[in-house]
C-alpha cells in the first residue's frame, strides 16, 4: 500500500508521482490503477466524471491517517486505467467491473463513497452485493436518473462529432476556468499543475474517446432510476448524503433533496464547497465518512 506524494508543481510531475503512488491491478482483463492506503475498514470510494481516482488522493491520506483503509481504483476509460474499444461504457457495464474489481482486492465487506455518476455506477455494485456493504456515502450525484440532464458543461461530450471538437479543442486555461467555475471554491487547495492533470489523465493515450463512450452510455431510464431509489430505500445498510452547498450543476436544494428523500434520511451534511468536496474539503469529508464507519 502506497500514498500519494505531494503535490508537484509541473503537471508531468504530478502525474510521475501519480503513477508512483498505487499500483496496478487485473480486473476481468482490464488492468487499472488503484490508490490504497491504511490498514483499518475498507473504504472504497467511486470517482465520476470527468474525473479518475486521482480525485480521491487527498481524502485517501485522510481516512488512512483516521485508522481506516481508504481505497480507489480508475474506471476503465478514464484515468490510468486501459481504455478497450470493446468495453462496455454504460453504468451497468461499470458497475459489472466494480464488483469485479472488489473481488479482486478481495474485500469481503467494505463502506462506499459514491460521487457524480460513480454513484449510478456504485449503486449497480451495492445492489448486486448488498450484504457486502457497511455502508453508503453519497456525494453530489443524481439518483432519479429518468429525469437527470447533464449540465451544461457536461452536454457537448454526449453529442457525436460535437464532443469530439470539444474535448480537442478544450485546452488547459479552459478546463482550469471551468473546474474553478463548477469544481472547486477553494483555489488555494489545489495547484495548477494539478488542474492541468485531470485533462492530462482525461485524454491520456486515447484522446478521450473511452471518456465519450461513457457520457454517451448514461442509462437514464425508469428501471434504473427505480433500482437506485428502491436500493437506498432498502435500508440494507447506513446512507449519509453529503452534499457541497455551492454545487452550480447539481444543486442542494434539487438532487441533494432528491436524494436525501430517496435515502429515507432526515438531513444532507452540507459542506462549504462546489462539486469537487474531495479537493478542497477533504479532512471535513473524512470527519463524516469515519464517523459513518464508526457509529
Same mark, same amino acid.
Given at each position: 500500500?502506497?500514498?500519494?506524494?505531494p503535490a508537484a508543481t509541473d503537471v508531468n510531475a504530478v502525474i510521475d508521482a501519480r503513477e508512483r503512488s498505487g499500483?496496478? +491491478?487485473?480486473v476481468g482483463g482490464v488492468e487499472t490503477f488503484v490508490l490504497d492506503l491504511g490498514h483499518g475498514q475498507p473504504v472504497v470510494c467511486l470517482h465520476g466524471v470527468p474525473a479518475s481516482s486521482f480525485l480521491?488522493?487527498? +481524502?485517501i491520506v485522510e481516512l488512512a491517517a483516521r485508522g481506516l483503509r481508504g481505497i480507489a481504483f480508475d474506471l476503465p476509460g478514464l484515468g490510468l486505467a486501459e481504455r478497450p474499444a470493446a468495453f462496455d461504457y454504460t453504468w451497468t457495464g461499470l458497475g459489472r467491473f466494480a464488483s469485479a474489481a472488489v473481488e479482486a482486492l478481495d474485500l469481503d465487506r467494505f463502506h462506499l463513497v459514491v460521487h457524480d455518476i460513480g454513484a449510478p455506477v456504485g449503486f449497480e455494485l451495492a445492489a448486486a452485493h448488498p450484504a457486502r456493504v457497511a455502508s453508503l456515502t453519497v456525494l453530489n450525484a443524481p439518483v432519479e436518473v429518468d429525469t437527470f440532464h447533464r449540465p451544461w458543461?457536461?452536454?457537448p461530450f454526449a453529442v457525436k462529432g460535437l464532443g469530439e471538437a470539444y474535448l480537442r479543442l478544450l485546452n488547459p486555461p479552459t478546463f482550469r476556468w471551468l473546474m474553478r467555475h463548477q469544481g472547486i471554491a477553494d483555489l488555494s487547495k489545489i495547484t495548477t499543475a494539478e488542474l492541468d492533470a485531470y485533462l492530462v489523465l482525461l485524454r491520456r493515450t486515447d484522446k478521450g474517446r473511452a471518456f465519450l463512450k461513457i457520457m454517451r452510455g448514461f442509462? +437514464?431510464?425508469r428501471?434504473?432510476?427505480d433500482l437506485y431509489v428502491g436500493l437506498l430505500r432498502s435500508r440494507a445498510f447506513p446512507v449519509q448524503i453529503i452534499w457541497g452547498e455551492a454545487d452550480p450543476a447539481l444543486k442542494v436544494t434539487t438532487f441533494g433533496e432528491i436524494a436525501r428523500r430517496a435515502a429515507g434520511v432526515d438531513h444532507i451534511h452540507r459542506l462549504p464547497g462546489k462539486h469537487f468536496l474531495q479537493e478542497d474539503q477533504s479532512p471535513a469529508l473524512a470527519e463524516l465518512i469515519t464517523a459513518q464507519a464508526r457509529p
Open positions: 500500500m502506497t500514498g500519494e506524494q499500483y496496478r +491491478l487485473a480521491y488522493r487527498k +481524502l458543461v457536461m452536454k442509462e +437514464l431510464t428501471a434504473k432510476r
